[in-house]
């Protein structure tokens, strides 16, 4: 995965969508599938942007959908999703309160009933393993029958949040980190701490 976002580092996405066949084609860039299924004119908009060793995006959806697919090669794909009604991931209900953990070409099997928003993290695996290792003096677990790690708010915040801001700060910021190698690596490393 680090080759290939190399080369498009810095790359911002920012696409509106006033159609469901819109989102589906550009969802086929994450080599998935999305399925629309709720009947009615879709509107949804997706927002992405890329570093070195990771890649944050955010789609809003106004419509149920069925989305499969596989995740990103020898990276951890972590992901938050939010909706009005029931969301499940190959079948299991899925809550606000947790993040969907991905490794390795693990199947994405999401379907929301409603409209939906959701935050992805793609994560060069070694680089995350060697920095979370070193920030944190442990190895990297979770939960792999359910690909689930519940979370904990604080102070106000959440994953989403916290995400969409890190989104937010390199996408006004591109020109000054993607100069920068010594710059980049260390907000790499402040995302993974967050």
């Not at 419509?63 to 992901?79: D, L």
């Not at 980049?184 to 701490?193: M, S, V, Y």
Request: charged share 25%; hydrophobic share 35%.
């Amino acid at each position: 995965m680090k080759d290939n976002l190399e080369e498009i580092s810095g790359t911002i996405m920012d696409v509106k969508f006033s159609s469901h066949e819109e989102m589906s084609e550009m969802a086929k860039l994450w080599e998935v599938e999305q399925v629309q299924i709720e009947k009615g004119p879709f509107t949804g908009s997706l927002y992405g942007i890329n570093t070195p060793h990771i890649q944050i995006a955010k789609a809003i959806r106004s419509h149920g959908v069925i989305i499969k697919g596989k995740s990103p090669r020898n990276c951890y794909m972590f992901a938050s999703v939010n909706g009005i009604g029931e969301i499940t991931h190959n079948g299991l209900p899925f809550t606000s309160n947790e993040l969907l953990v991905l490794d390795n070409n693990d199947q994405i099997d999401f379907t929301s009933k409603s409209a939906s928003s959701d935050i992805t993290i793609a994560i060069d695996k070694d680089f995350f393993e060697k920095t979370y290792e070193s920030l944190f003096d442990q190895s990297f677990t979770y939960n792999r029958e359910k690909n689930r790690i519940e979370l904990i708010n604080t102070k106000g915040n959440s994953i989403e949040y916290d995400l969409d801001r890190w989104r937010n700060y390199l996408t006004q910021n591109v020109d000054e980190w993607v100069k920068d190698s010594v710059l980049t690596e260390e907000i790499e490393k402040n995302i993974i701490e967050t």
